[in-house]
C-alpha cells in the first residue's frame, strides 16, 4: 500500500470507529497501515475524529521516524505496532482503541471468546486473549501482545488488561470491520449473560464457514 491509499483509508476508518462509537469519549486511539516489509503509516497521536493529511509519520518497524512526527505520548507506543508487523507478515493495518463494551473485558481480565458468528468471518477462532498489564509501550506489554500474536493464530485481536483493545487485520478498512465486530460481540455477550449465558458454536462452524466463504467466492468468479 502507498502512503497516499494509507492515509486516505485511515482517515475512512477513524471516521467509521468515531461514528459507531468505537473511540469511546475521548476520540484517543492510534491507527497504522503497512506501507512495506519495514516501513508503517502511522497517526501522529491524541484525538484521532478528524484527521487529515497531516496527521501521520512514516516510520521505520525498528521506531526509526522518516516522514513527519510523532507526539512524545505516542512516540511511547510505536513499538507496540511495529512488533505486530515483524510477528505477522500477514498484517497490513493495526488499531488500538478504547472500544466501550470490548474494554469492559479487558478492565475485568475476560477473554472475548468466539460464540458470534460473525468474529470468525474474520479469522477469529480462538478468543481474544488479554494480556497481563505493563505500561503502555514498555517491552514486557509488547511482548505479551508478540507473544499471542505469534502463539495463537486464530487471533485478530487482544485485550490489553485495564487499558483497551489492539486489533490487526488485512488493512486498516479489515481491521476497523473487525474492531467494530468484536465491540458488537462484547456487548452480545454482556447482554447473554443476563439471561443464562453465551453459548458456544459447533466444533465445526470455521471449517464449515470457510467452505460456504470459498463456494460462494467461486460462484463469483
Known amino acids: 500500500m502507498d502512503a497516499s491509499q494509507a492515509r486516505k483509508e485511515i482517515i475512512q476508518a477513524a471516521v467509521a470507529l468515531r461514528d459507531a462509537g468505537l473511540m469511546y469519549r475521548g476520540h484517543h486511539a492510534n491507527l497504522s497501515a503497512r506501507l512495506s516489509e519495514d516501513t508503517m503509516l502511522m497517526t501522529r497521536g491524541g484525538n484521532v475524529a478528524n484527521l487529515d493529511d497531516d496527521s501521520f509519520a512514516v516510520i521505520r518497524t525498528d521506531g526509526t521516524v522518516l516522514e513527519g512526527e510523532v507526539m512524545p505520548a505516542q512516540a511511547e507506543i510505536i513499538e507496540m505496532h511495529a512488533a505486530v508487523y515483524r510477528a505477522r507478515p500477514s498484517v497490513g493495518g493495526i488499531i488500538h482503541t478504547h472500544a ?122
Open 100 to 221: 466501550p463494551h470490548a474494554t469492559v473485558f479487558a478492565v475485568a481480565h475476560e477473554p472475548i471468546p468466539v460464540v458470534y458468528e460473525p468474529l470468525m468471518r474474520f479469522g477469529m477462532t480462538e478468543a481474544a486473549p488479554v494480556i497481563p498489564w505493563a505500561p503502555r509501550g514498555s517491552d514486557a506489554s509488547v511482548s505479551g501482545i508478540v507473544e499471542a500474536v505469534k502463539q495463537k493464530p486464530g487471533v485478530s485481536a487482544v485485550l490489553l488488561a485495564n487499558h483497551g483493545v489492539l486489533a490487526f487485520g488485512k488493512s486498516p478498512a479489515e481491521t476497523a470491520q473487525l474492531l467494530a465486530t468484536l465491540d458488537e460481540a462484547a456487548e452480545l455477550i454482556l447482554q447473554a449473560r443476563l439471561i443464562g449465558g453465551e453459548k458456544p458454536l459447533p466444533a465445526q462452524a470455521f471449517q464449515q464457514i470457510e467452505e460456504r466463504k470459498k463456494e460462494f467466492a467461486g460462484a463469483k468468479a
